[in-house]
């Protein structure tokens, strides 16, 4: 029969997370990849690894990510659960152009979910850019057909080839 030496398993549980409970520890607030007009990317940094001799129980095995507007009060709602210890990325889209997004992150391991991190706000942008690959024409009309339909704008491409670029707001 396998015998655990109590006072090991309490040592390792102490050292890892919450004193006496197995939880994982705290993670750092995410922080800001990419926002577009309508989606934001955000990513953490894993924790690192207990040591080999800590029970596997411990080891993180995902995590979980929380979202609510920034501009309401509602709580965290929880929008994204990592397939593993080595996803810590992630694109929350079909967000409203111009508007702040809370997010936290919190580790998991087989035991229980550890404490939340700090609030990151972020805000998606005001413009949209588009490119357009091999413009033919030096000039031309963009005609906005998205939520500001009204909105219209012009472009130049100088070079007649290549890429023009063009970005508008409302």
Do not use: Y
């Amino acid at each position: 029969a396998t015998t655990v030496d109590s006072q090991k398993v309490e040592e390792a549980v102490n050292s890892f997370g919450s004193v006496g409970t197995g939880d994982p520890p705290k993670m750092n607030e995410p922080t800001l990849v990419e926002a577009t007009s309508n989606s934001i990317t955000v990513k953490w940094e894993a924790p690192p690894p207990p040591p080999p001799q800590q029970l596997q129980q411990l080891h993180v095995t995902r995590f979980t990510l929380f979202h609510r507007s920034a501009t309401g009060e509602e709580p965290l709602k929880e929008c994204f659960s990592s397939g593993g210890p080595d996803q810590t990325e992630f694109t929350l889209g079909g967000l409203e152009r111009d508007t702040e997004h809370c997010f936290a992150v919190c580790a998991v391991n087989a035991l229980s979910h550890g404490a939340l991190s700090e609030v990151a706000t972020f805000r998606t942008k005001n413009w949209v850019e588009c490119v357009f690959d091999h413009v033919e024409d030096t000039n031309g009309v963009i005609h906005w057909l998205g939520t500001n339909r009204n909105t219209s704008t012009t472009f130049q491409n100088p070079h007649l080839l290549g890429t023009a670029v063009a970005t508008w707001s409302s």
